[in-house]
């Protein structure tokens, strides 16, 4: 069996308009315990697809809270699930700060990041020939933000974020394939003062990623929710932000994979 994806940190995979602040350990990948090779069809065009009940496919996860000063705090209210079967995901994230000087010693601000990395691994495929192949990672979300933050001027903010990633691993080469590099943002919401809630039920996206891919080669399906609640406060400010995917009926779940010739 070839070995397993290697272990990547959160950094090379968060898009660049993040803040650099964010600082997280790197994703820990579940053992992939069944393999499922895909043949090819009886047509012109190749084409993979896997959907729930899923098989060959194996959970990630990775999480971080990350806080710094005397008033800042964060929590998984719901600690993260990973269902490899079904495709679903669970979780809710909340981080607040106050700011209080004596605290916030050399940096100038606190702030809490409450970061989950969920995902899924597999299943594996060859291809008949080499060139470009085209993948698409399909997500259905149900979730809610809820958003504070108070203080003169932008001494404070909250942000909310649920990022998709989708990638190729080369078992052959034992490499992570980024392909264009794209990702989809079913979430990104940043207040620097007041609030906002919002939410949205049963929002489906797909995330295409174009790979060229070498006949032989035995690859892995890889994708990762990115799902963050951030709070930071300087001067007399105050914020709070939560995430909620795992309750009230809220959740993620990966519904799709596929695969086809460009």
């Known amino acids: 069996m070839p070995a397993g994806p290697r272990l990547r940190t959160p950094q090379a995979i968060r898009p660049k308009l993040f803040p650099r602040r964010w600082r997280t350990p790197a994703l820990v990948a579940a053992a992939l315990t069944t393999l499922l090779v895909a043949s090819p069809l009886a047509s012109a065009t190749y084409s993979v ?6 098989a060959g496919v194996a959970p990630l996860l990775s999480t971080t809270i990350s806080t710094v000063g005397c008033h800042s705090s ?15 995901v669970h979780e809710r994230l909340r981080a607040s700060a106050r700011y209080c000087a004596g605290g916030a010693v050399g940096y100038g601000y606190d702030y809490a990041d409450v970061s989950g990395f969920p995902g899924f691994y597999g299943p594996n495929f060859t291809v008949p020939a080499t060139g470009s192949y085209t993948a ?24 909310a974020v649920i990022f998709i990633y989708g990638f190729l691993f080369d078992g052959t080469n034992s490499t992570v394939l980024d392909g264009n590099g794209g990702g989809a943002a079913p979430l990104f919401h940043e207040i620097h003062e007041g609030s906002w809630s919002g939410g949205a039920a049963h929002l489906v996206v797909k995330l295409e990623n174009s790979f060229t891919l070498v006949t032989g080669h035995l ?35 990966l519904v799709a994979l596929d695969l086809v010739s460009s």
């Open 136 to 159: 698409t990672y399909e997500w259905v979300f149900s979730y809610h933000a809820s958003l504070n933050a108070s203080g003169p001027g932008t001494s404070a903010s909250a942000l």
């Open 219 to 253: 690859y892995y399906f890889e994708t990762v929710l990115l799902t963050t609640a951030e709070a930071i406060a300087n001067g007399a400010g105050t914020a709070s932000a939560s995430l909620n995917l795992g309750s009230h009926g809220d959740h993620a779940r």
């Open 74 to 88: 964060g929590e998984f209210p719901l600690a993260p699930r990973v269902n490899a079967t079904s495709g679903f």
């Open 49 to 54: 697809e896997s959907s729930p009940p899923f």
